[in-house]
């Protein structure tokens, strides 16, 4: 969800263990969070396991915070809202299943499908992950097109055949869908004075 939106996670994590985000990190299980986001484990299991690593988290302010804390990034509403206009549209996320939250910001029209790794059971940029939201759209591999801030993902997508851009930010990747042909370019204004009536 880090392309569309503001994931106040962080924040939320460490205000309710009394650590710094990265003390949390150090302290929790590497594999515990990963299992998590990809539905192996529910929730209740989760915070168990970090119980057991001396992390202990007060679950109702996290989620105070976190869902609170969800926004749009830059630009992104608008460009979400214009490739649904043009094309099949789908959100693909490595998240658990709080996803449920962020995405009540996603307008309903035009319609998009969400496809979570903790329902598909694999994480970006495991190329499962794009088997699956291929198979579930009805579309190749090679036919999906990939907006992500992650590097890695972007990779992952350009070795199965598919076309992937980048993401810095909503100016860059608007410039880098109308370069692929997949959104019209801005129309250009016209200089300062013309037009005027004579």
């Known amino acids: 969800m880090g392309t569309l939106l503001h994931d106040p996670y962080r924040t939320a994590y460490a205000r309710a263990s009394g650590c710094t985000f990265e003390e949390f990190q150090r302290a929790r299980s590497p594999e ?4 998590f986001e990809r539905g192996h484990i529910d929730e209740d299991a989760y915070w168990g396991s970090l119980r057991a690593h001396g992390v202990d988290v ?40 709080w996803i449920a939250d962020a995405t009540r910001l996603i307008p309903e029209e035009p319609a998009v499908d969400v496809f979570a790794s903790c329902d598909l059971a694999v994480r970006k940029p495991d190329a499962r992950f794009f088997e699956a939201v291929a198979r579930a759209t009805g579309r190749s591999v090679a036919e999906l097109v990939l907006v992500d801030d992650k590097e890695e993902n972007v990779r992952a997508l350009l070795a199965l055949g598919g076309r992937a851009v980048h993401h810095t ?30």
Do not use: E
């Open 32 to 35: 515990v969070y990963d299992r």
């Open 169 to 198: 930010s909503s100016r860059s990747t608007r410039q880098a869908l109308v370069d692929h042909g997949l959104l019209p370019a801005a129309p250009r204004r016209a200089p300062s004075g013309a037009g005027g009536t004579r």
């Open 58 to 97: 007060d679950v109702r302010t996290f989620h105070r915070l976190r869902r609170a804390g969800y926004r749009w990034l830059g630009g992104m509403r608008a460009l979400l809202r214009d490739c649904a206009a043009a094309h099949p549209t789908v959100i693909g996320s490595n998240y658990p299943v």
